[in-house]
Nanobody
Framework: QVQLVESGGGLVQAGGSLRLSCAASGRTFRRYAMGWLRQAPGKEREFVAA????????YYADSVKGRFTISRDNAKNTLYLQMNSLKFEDTAVYYC????????????????WGQGTQVTVSS
């Protein structure tokens, strides 16, 4: 059973940057695609970004494309999300997620999530 622990959230002014991390344990990290989802107050959880097992392919929601970068370090069992040019509407709880496939097709295939880390962007 995989365990995912997010960190790196916080309060930042609009235009600022944050880097989220997700430490994974409990299974062979490098075999599976990983992703980030987020949920704002009163809204459904939505896709942010995903990366395949090797890091060779990445996917982004249109709302974050060009501002966020997802990456992974398979030697450290860690997933990252570099968030630049943050906007007020990026305020949400961010979740690290994974499924059972090495490639990525759709975030609904993610079956495990962490507890989340709060990102608050002040305008």
């Amino acid at each position: 059973q995989v365990q995912l622990v997010e960190s790196g959230g916080g309060l930042v002014q609009a235009g600022g940057s944050l880097r989220l991390s997700c430490a994974a344990s409990g299974r062979t990290f490098r075999r599976y695609a990983m992703g980030w989802l987020r949920q704002a107050p009163g809204k459904e959880r939505e896709f942010v970004a995903a990366v395949t097992w090797s890091g060779g392919s990445t996917y982004y929601a249109d709302s974050v494309k060009g501002r966020f970068t997802i990456s992974r370090d398979n030697a450290k069992n860690t997933l990252y999300l570099q968030m630049n040019s943050l906007k007020f509407e990026d305020t949400a709880v961010y979740y690290c997620a994974t499924g059972n496939d090495p490639t990525y097709n759709d975030y609904h295939e993610f079956t495990s999530w962490g507890q989340g880390t709060q990102v608050t962007v002040s305008s």
